[in-house]
């Protein structure tokens, strides 16, 4: 496979991973860290890391809005409920430690 072939399909990927993402406003972020070790907010600062590995300037919150399809702030009054003890205990217990 060629390399614009293979940026193709990864780029086709992406854009049905942050469409799943969008639908599926019912997963919280804290279960996706617990599950899967990221989350939203963690595909969206890799995003603005590629746009600024490439010169391109991009704010976090910039970045968000292309992964949540509409304002951070938004999203999180919209869907975004309180995490459990149980989900607090867990992301401590899993989380990456620098």
């Excluded at 907010?41 to 600024?52: E, G, K, P, T, V």
Aim: proline share 3%; charged share 30%.
């Amino acid at each position: 496979m060629d390399d614009k072939t293979r940026t193709e399909l990864e780029a086709a990927a992406f854009r049905r991973l942050v469409s799943h993402l969008r639908e599926r406003k019912d997963v919280q972020n804290i279960d996706m860290m617990n599950l899967a070790g990221f989350c939203r907010n963690c595909l969206s600062n890799w995003y603005a890391d590629a746009a600024q590995g490439q010169g391109i300037e991009m704010t976090k919150d910039e970045a968000r809005e292309i992964v949540y399809g509409m304002p951070y702030s938004e999203w999180k009054a919209k869907h975004q409920s309180d995490a459990t003890p149980d989900q607090q205990a867990a992301y401590e217990q899993n989380r990456p430690h620098d």
